[in-house]
């Protein structure tokens, strides 16, 4: 996997964990099938990131950086599904016909997903903003509930620990 600063580490994860979990809940019920596809997910989309991640100019390269599935597969998440042999048609059963992800700095991924022809925001979090606004413990319960676990629900923990004792 390509050099990458820790905070790309924690993004990319939270994005293949996310779009893991819907192949894992959808039916792809091999382990080592969804580790292989997440690992090589997670290298696609460092090596892709590689020269398009500028934290100073968050928004700068953001459309580069948007992983998307509109009725058609998004090209890495193809790639990395090839690995394991699931074919486009499988793929598409197990994923959402619609889906947007926004892997940027500093804005804290937003997820939707687009079901019966209505937008569903999963999350989105502009670190800028939402920590002022919103009650920290119901944050984190909700996306426990939403079962976003991992790298970026101990990311968001730690920012809201740190937010809560800094004055």
């Not at 598409?92 to 937003?110: A, C, M, Q």
Request: with cysteine; glycine share 4%; hydrophobic share 35%.
């Amino acid at each position: 996997m390509p050099e990458v600063p820790a905070t790309w580490e924690a993004k990319i994860a939270a994005a293949v964990s996310f779009i893991s979990k819907f192949l894992r809940t959808q039916g792809l019920t091999s382990e080592r099938q969804l580790q292989t596809f997440s690992q090589s997910l997670q290298e696609l989309l460092a090596e892709h990131y590689k020269h398009h991640w500028f934290p100073e100019k968050p928004c700068k390269g953001s459309g580069y950086r948007c992983i998307r599935i509109n009725h058609k597969m998004d090209p890495l998440i193809g790639q990395a599904a090839q690995r394991i042999g699931l074919s486009s048609q499988e793929l598409f059963r197990l994923l959402p016909s619609e889906l947007t992800l926004w892997v940027d700095p500093y804005e804290w991924d937003l997820f939707q997903i687009f079901k019966d022809g209505r937008k569903i925001t999963i999350i989105s979090i502009d670190k800028e903003k939402a920590f002022d606004k919103i009650q920290h413990p119901f944050m984190t319960r909700t996306l426990s509930k939403l079962q976003i676990e991992g790298n970026f629900h101990n990311l968001i923990k730690t920012i809201c620990k740190k937010k809560s004792t800094t004055p």
